[in-house]
C-alpha cells in the first residue's frame, strides 16, 4: 500500500530556510514521478516543483533559485529545501507522487508552512 508523509513545516521568519521531507511507503518510490504542491487558502492548489524517474526537475517561476527539490531513493524520502521565504509562500505543502506502473497518482496529508515576522 502506498502511504506518504509529509514533514518540516514551520513558523519562520521571512529570509528564512526551511527543508520539507516526504517519506513514500509501499515500494513505488524509484518507479514514480514526484512533486511538491502548495495550497493557501482560498486558492487553488498549485505545483512547486516536480522531479521525473530520471531526476529531471522543474519549478514555479515564483521559486526558481529559492527551492530545490531532491529524492533519495535509498530511504524513499524526497525533500523540498527552501531558502529566502517570502511571505507569500505561506501555504499547506503536499507531497505528490505517480505511479508510472499503474499511472495512479497518491498524495500526503500536508504540512503547513507559514512565513512571517
Known amino acids: 500500500q502506498v502511504q506518504l508523509v509529509e514533514s518540516g513545516g514551520d513558523l519562520v521568519q521571512p529570509g528564512g530556510s526551511l527543508r520539507l521531507s516526504c517519506v513514500a511507503s509501499?515500494?513505488?518510490?524509484?518507479?514514480?514521478?514526484m512533486g511538491w504542491y502548495r495550497q493557501a487558502p482560498g486558492k487553488q492548489r498549485q505545483l512547486v516543483a516536480s522531479i521525473t524517474r530520471g531526476g529531471t526537475v522543474d519549478y514555479a517561476d515564483s521559486v526558481k533559485g529559492r527551492f530545490t527539490i531532491s529524492r533519495d531513493v535509498a530511504k524513499n524520502t524526497m525533500y523540498l529545501q527552501m531558502n529566502n521565504l517570502d511571505p507569500e509562500d505561506t501555504a499547506v505543502y503536499y507531497c505528490h507522487l505517480q505511479s508510472a506502473l499503474s499511472g495512479k497518482a497518491y498524495w500526503g496529508q500536508g504540512t503547513q508552512v507559514t512565513v512571517s515576522s
Open positions: 509501499g515500494g513505488i518510490f524509484s518507479t514514480s514521478a
